[in-house]
Nanobody, 121 residues
Framework: QVQLAESGGGLVQAGGSLRLSCVAS??????MGWFRQAPGQEREFVAG????????QYGHSVKGRFTISRDNAKNMVYLQMNSLKPEDTAVYYC????????????????WGQGTQVTVSS
């Protein structure tokens, strides 16, 4: 099973930017995604990308502000987060899906430990 490790979280002021990174322990011929979970809330889909980067999908609340990308040669996936808002505060998780890009949590079967993002107002 592929292992994932996220990095890049931290504390940032509203309007600022952060770039999250996720490294996979092996080659991942699969879609990858980012999810987040705020305290007391369910985990929600943030962004996803197909293996060849030809397709991307975004959650409604982050569309136009966040950008997902990947570098398959380095087994890396990134999440560039701009114009951050306090409501973006959450633990962000990287995950591997299947061949098809979906937004459903149940379609992703390997998860990282998460990285905390805190946006102050």
């Amino acid at each position: 099973q592929v292992q994932l490790a996220e990095s890049g979280g931290g504390l940032v002021q509203a309007g600022g930017s952060l770039r999250l990174s996720c490294v996979a322990s092996g080659r991942t011929f699969a879609a990858m995604g980012w999810f987040r979970q705020a305290p007391g809330q369910e985990r929600e889909f943030v962004a996803g990308i197909s293996w060849g980067s030809s397709m991307t999908q975004y959650g409604h609340s982050v569309k136009g502000r966040f950008t997902i990308s990947r570098d398959n040669a380095k087994n890396m996936v990134y999440l560039q987060m701009n114009s951050l808002k306090p409501e973006d505060t959450a633990v962000y998780y990287c995950a591997i899906g299947g061949r098809a890009l979906t937004t459903r949590e149940r379609d992703f079967d390997s998860w990282g430990q998460g990285t905390q993002v805190t946006v102050s107002s």
